[in-house]
T-cell receptor, first 116, second 115 residues
Framework: DAGVTQSPTHLIKTRGQQVTLRCSPK?????VSWYQQALGQGPQFIFQ???????QRGNFPDRFSGHQFPNYSSELNVNALLLGDSALYLC???????????????FGPGTRLTVL | AQSVTQLGSHVSVSEGALVLLRCNYS??????LFWYVQYPNQGLQLLLK??????LVKGINGFEAEFKKSETSFHLTKPSAHMSDAAEYFC?????????????FGQGTRLTINP
């Protein structure tokens, strides 16, 4: 059973460029969340996708956008890259529980983005 | 808003000694709490979670955590440290808004094991 996969593993971009990161959720999961982890920090929530809609968004500018496809995979796009966007970008997948409650999020290995 | 505070950014113990990593939470509703571990250059792996069942939660790799409402704490322990436990540990609380759950993480605690 494949876990959460992300691509690419590493990426180097220059300021002002655009980047697209990809995530495939764990088999059977329908929800994808994206987090940004700066060096030495805990992950920060960017947004969550469910049923191809953005369900909730963290405190990130509109330069950060995303998409979820019918097969539940997801993309994170960042436009007009800044030096401060350098971080590990983590994707987490989960399954919405019918009765509510805490769904467990399973994380992928991350994409290390370096902006020069 | 929900938040967590991890006391101690670095903890160092000897191999075989008790591991204690501290986490305090702030939540306006009964919380769901998680501990994750991150090895160098890897993603986060779930150690254990508290979802209002038993207050003592057992996880993988011999770790456990106890939910104490009176102290708003969810400390992580392991009776005997192993060299392979060296990693970064994150405590997280679930924040559910309009049915969507996000995790709010602490700053992390780096655990070092001395031989």
């Amino acid at each position: 059973d494949a876990g959460v996969t992300q691509s690419p593993t590493h990426l180097i971009k220059t300021r002002g460029q655009q980047v697209t990161l990809r995530c495939s959720p764990k088999s059977g999961h329908d929800t994808v969340s994206w987090y940004q982890q700066a060096l030495g920090q805990g992950p920060q929530f960017i947004f969550q996708y469910y049923e191809e809609e953005e369900r909730q968004r963290g405190n990130f500018p509109d330069r950060f956008s995303g998409h979820q496809f019918p097969n539940y995979s997801s993309e994170l796009n960042v436009n007009a890259l800044l030096l401060g966007d350098s971080a590990l970008y983590l994707c987490a997948s989960s399954l919405v529980l019918a009765g509510g409650g805490a769904d467990t999020q399973y994380f992928g290995p991350g994409t290390r983005l370096t902006v020069l | 808003a929900q938040s967590v505070t991890q006391l101690g950014s670095h903890v160092s113990v000897s191999e075989g000694a008790l591991v204690l990593l501290r986490c305090n939470y702030s939540s306006s509703v009964p919380p769901y709490l998680f501990w994750y571990v991150q090895y160098p250059n890897q993603g986060l792996q779930l150690l254990l979670k508290y979802t209002s069942a038993a207050t003592l939660v057992k996880g993988i790799n011999g770790f456990e955590a106890e939910f104490k409402k009176s102290e708003t704490s969810f400390h992580l322990t392991k009776p005997s440290a192993h060299m392979s436990d060296a990693a970064e540990y994150f405590c997280a609380v679930s924040d559910i808004v309009r049915g969507a759950q996000k995790l709010v993480f602490g700053q992390g605690t780096r655990l070092t094991i001395n031989p």
